[in-house]
């Protein structure tokens, strides 16, 4: 079967029951709609303002937009874990880490599909672009190694420690 009429379609919508938005991602084909996943800001709108929402909806488009996918064919099969589908649980989560200026990865901890507690770090924008993507194997070349065992004299999370020493047998 082929179908003609496919899209993606985004809904931010109060839910009065429980005081939340809700992020409802879905696609359309042929006039049924299949349901991608749901977060729910169980926080409140004047959360919606905040760095940690930022990053939250940032992991939701890249795991599940059609957009992001055609930009960045490698989040096509990653998904967010069942904990975070709550703002609140991501929002404690990154509010225990040393966020701030540095990008949300999930490849160096896991090597995984999963955005998680277990599988997530933040680190810096430089160090995540050093960081292969999954399946590439790891660059050893003198350079990338000094570069990275220099980046990670700035790293805070000694899980992020851990994991580059390893990978880039530091």
Not at 107 to 131: A, K, M, Q, V, W
Not at 141 to 158: G, Y
Request: glycine share 4%; with cysteine; net charge neutral.
């Amino acid at each position: 079967m082929c179908f003609t009429k496919i899209q993606q379609k985004t809904k931010f919508f109060l839910d009065n029951t429980y005081n939340t938005v809700v992020i409802r991602m879905s696609v359309l084909i042929e006039g049924f709609e299949l349901m991608r996943t749901t977060g729910i800001n169980d926080m409140g709108n004047g959360y919606s303002k905040t760095p940690h929402y930022n990053k939250w909806t940032g992991m939701y488009s890249r795991c599940y937009s059609p957009k992001s996918h055609s930009r960045a064919p490698t989040y096509k099969d990653c998904y967010v874990c069942v904990k975070w589908r709550w703002l609140s649980n991501f929002y404690e989560w990154m509010d225990s880490l040393d966020w701030e200026g540095k990008q949300l990865d999930k490849d160096l901890l896991g090597d995984t599909y999963e955005y998680s507690p277990d599988n997530c770090c933040f680190i810096s924008r430089e160090l995540n672009n050093l960081i292969e993507p999954r399946g590439v194997p790891v660059d050893m070349s003198n350079a990338t190694r000094e570069r990275v065992a220099s980046l990670m004299l700035l790293e805070s999370d000694p899980r992020v420690i851990e994991a580059l020493k390893a990978r880039y047998a530091l």
